[in-house]
Structures are given as structure tokens and as C-alpha cells.
């Protein structure tokens, strides 16, 4: 399941929806909404999305997951809209019956999410300017 | 009058000599000589300087009835091609012709002929797209020589700057694509696209999104196009709204599905100009 809403991300109900008596490993990423980006102090964030070109996009990279890694379950959320300082802007979940699996079918899902769906984030500073971000060059390949 | 064509040497993007590309099987010094030709026979092809290794050689061999000017210094920039011009003969007007404008037509070289006046230092065209004068596509008259030598001794190469400072006389082209040029490939599938068959007017919704979306000024609008392809239909909004981003920066989708620049436009479609993603 891949999904993109304008509300808070219920984790713990994500989590519960995983559940399964085969699988030894639930792997969580949550992406936080920080409170500084190069060097500059963060406010607020509002994402902005393509709204039928994430959603198949998403569904597209989750059946790639799926398809990759021997795993039992894949799912990422991603929020919109205006969030502050530690909100979860997104979370992806993967299941397997071995660690192994989940965290690389996580990792490959996340990184994915962030270089190929369309989605913008526009930072608020503490200094009053808003702007557009670039990806930021820590978070991994850029997709173009 | 004379003329003088700049051959631009090996352009880094397109990864090959712009004069020698061809569209429609004709190279581009071909297609720009046919078209002066009928108003003047004092043509001259500008070259490097001699210090550089020349890649207009094969070329000039090719077109023989040419008289190749150097460059007086390596590297001027294409203000050296008016320069060495000016520095042949300083008492004729030059019109100064880059050879990568595919959709120039001979009416438009014909009327910049019509209108040239030796009072104004430069006869030049605005380019419809973002209306701004083009500096490689003009009739300079000597009264420009004296300044040009300044401009030059001050190492200033941008032409489009040198040409805001002259006396000038600016004209409209018929057709709102004449300055096309192509710096990219993408480009060049445009026009190859437009040469086959031919500019066909239609109606397209343009979408923008985040950084875009702000610079338009809007996230929709619909546009009444000439545009082949994608990349045509970018270059066109680009210069409209004076995008920060280029094409390599940015990706297109084409009624709700990624696609590919070359992607050719039809009637009614929806178009996303979308700058690099941030999620997460």
C-alpha cells in the first residue's frame, strides 16, 4: 500500500497492520522534519505533490520492493502539506521472516520514494524566507 | 553589404560541430548560405585564430567559394567574428549570421536587409519568445566598429550586452520559432520534428509544480503552441517566464505519466513541468 494524506501519520496503526505471526522482522523508517537544512535554521515545512503522478509512482516503486526482496509486506506513507519541527513527513514499513530482507527492501523502498515521486518541499527559516529545496546531497542519488 | 557566419566550433552539449548537423539531410552552413546568398555574394566564414586547432577546416574546404576571416585573438567569443570583420573592411555594414537557426526563413534575412539604415549602429530582430533583441542575427553598421573595439578592449564578451548598448533598429520575424537554436539534443528532435512537419498550431494546458508553479506565477495556463515536442514547448515556457531551472533539471509528464523530451505534442494534451523532487 502506498498512500499520501494531509493528516498525521498513525504509526502505531501502520505498525499493527504488519503484523504477522511468519515474519521475525518488521524494519520502521520514519523521515522527521528537521529543524535546520544547509546550514540554515527550519521553522516549518509544506510538501506539495503531483497528485496522480505520486500516487502511481509510489505504487509502481512498492511492487518493485516487492518483486527485488524476499518480503512478506511493503508499505510507505507520505504526508503533505504544512508540518513542524519533528512531524513524520513519511514512513516506510517492510516485513520479512529474516532482518536481512526488510532492511534492504526499506532501504531501496525510501531511497526510491525520495528520487523518483514527485514531491517539493517548501522550507520556512527562522530569518522569514521561504523557498523551494533542492534534494539535499546527503539524501542519495538524485533522480534528474 | 557582406556577411560573416559564425560556426561556433564543437559545441560541448551537442557533442558534435553545430554547422555540419543536419536536418532534413541538410547541414546547417548549407542551409544558412542558401539563404543569403540571394542577397549578398561578399560571404566570409568566421575561424579560430590561428594559435587554435581549427575545427572550421573541414568545413571551409567544403563550402570553397568562402573567404575565411580568423579571429584576431583565441577565444574572443562570437564578437570576434564582427571584430575580424570590422578589422577587413570598416566601412561596409556586416551582417553577422550565426549558422545554427534551422527555422529562419529567407523573408525575415530579407526584411533585416529592407530595413538596415547605415544612421542606427545595428538592424537586429527581437526574439518573439522572450523579446529580447539577438545579437547573432543583425546588419551592424561601421558606426558600431569603433564601439564594438571598445566593448572588446574591455573584455567583455557577451554579445546580447553589446548589442543593448547600440543605436538600433528592432524588427519582428513571421514566425514566432525563427531564433530556435540548438544547444541540446533535445532541441535538435524538435526541430527535425518541426522540419518534417512543419509548425502546426495547437492548444496544450500547462501544469506547473513547486519551484515552477512560483516563477510562473501560476500553477495551470493554457497555451496556443507551435511547439513539435516537449523540449520545444519547455524552451518556450522557459523564456516566457524566465525559469531559473534547465531541461536537464527538469522532468515532463504528458497527461499524467512521465515522458520523454522528445515526446511529440498533439491537440489537447495536459503537460507537467515538474523541478527535481524533494520528499522525504
Known amino acids: 500500500m502506498f498512500s499520501i494524506q494531509d493528516t498525521p501519520l498513525d504509526l502505531s496503526a501502520l505498525r499493527a497492520d504488519m503484523a504477522d505471526p511468519a515474519c521475525g522482522a518488521l524494519v520502521v523508517f520514519e523521515g522527521l522534519v528537521r529543524n535546520h537544512h544547509e546550514g540554515r535554521h527550519v521553522t516549518e515545512l509544506r510538501y506539495t505533490h503531483h497528485l496522480i503522478l505520486a500516487q502511481k509512482e509510489g505504487e509502481r516503486i512498492l511492487a518493485e520492493t516487492m518483486e527485488r526482496f524476499p518480503i512478506t509486506k511493503a508499505v510507505a506513507v507520505h504526508r503533505i502539506g504544512t508540518l513542524d519541527i519533528g512531524d513524520c513527513a513519511v514512513a516506510t514499513l517492510t516485513t520479512s521472516p529474516h532482518r536481512e530482507a526488510a532492511f534492504d527492501a526499506n532501504r531501496f523502498l525510501i531511497d526510491s520514494i525520495k528520487a523518483r515521486v514527485p514531491i517539493w518541499k517548501q522550507e520556512s527559516y527562522t530569518t522569514g524566507e521561504v523557498e523551494w529545496t533542492s534534494p539535499c546531497p546527503n539524501c542519495g542519488p538524485i533522480a534528474h | ?280
Open chain 2, 1 to 280: 553589404m557582406k556577411a560573416i557566419i559564425l560556426t561556433g566550433g564543437k559545441s560541448s552539449r551537442m557533442g558534435t560541430d553545430k554547422a555540419s548537423l543536419k536536418i532534413g539531410g541538410v547541414t546547417q552552413l548549407d542551409r544558412i548560405l542558401s539563404l543569403i546568398r540571394p542577397l549578398t555574394q561578399k560571404i566570409y566564414l568566421s575561424i579560430a585564430h590561428p594559435s587554435l586547432n581549427q575545427s572550421g577546416c573541414d568545413i571551409q574546404r567544403s563550402a570553397h567559394d568562402l573567404h575565411p576571416l580568423a579571429d584576431l585573438e583565441p577565444s574572443p567569443g562570437p564578437l570576434g567574428g564582427l571584430q575580424a570583420a570590422f578589422n577587413d573592411d570598416p566601412r561596409s555594414p556586416w551582417l553577422l549570421i550565426a549558422c545554427d537557426l534551422p527555422r529562419l526563413g529567407q523573408s525575415d534575412l530579407k526584411e533585416l536587409m529592407d530595413h538596415h539604415d547605415s544612421q542606427k549602429d545595428v538592424t537586429c530582430f527581437l526574439n518573439p519568445l522572450d523579446n529580447q533583441p539577438e545579437p547573432l542575427c543583425a546588419i551592424y553598421s561601421p558606426s558600431a566598429s569603433a564601439k564594438l573595439d571598445k566593448v572588446i578592449a574591455a573584455n567583455q564578451r557577451c554579445a546580447r550586452r553589446f548589442l543593448t548598448s547600440l543605436d538600433r533598429i528592432e524588427l519582428t520575424p513571421s514566425d514566432p520559432q525563427a531564433f530556435l537554436n540548438m544547444n541540446r539534443p533535445e532541441q535538435l528532435a524538435e526541430l527535425e520534428h518541426l522540419d518534417q512537419y512543419g509548425a502546426v498550431e495547437k492548444t496544450i494546458r500547462v501544469e506547473y509544480f513547486a519551484k515552477l508553479s512560483q516563477e510562473a506565477g501560476t500553477e495551470s495556463e493554457d497555451l496556443r503552441t507551435s511547439a513539435a515536442t516537449l523540449a520545444g514547448l519547455w524552451d518556450e515556457v522557459r523564456l516566457k517566464h524566465h525559469f531559473t531551472l534547465d531541461l536537464p533539471h527538469v522532468k515532463p509528464a504528458l497527461n499524467n505519466e512521465f515522458a520523454s523530451w522528445d515526446t511529440p505534442l498533439a491537440n489537447e494534451q495536459t503537460i507537467a513541468f515538474m523541478p527535481p523532487f524533494a520528499g522525504g
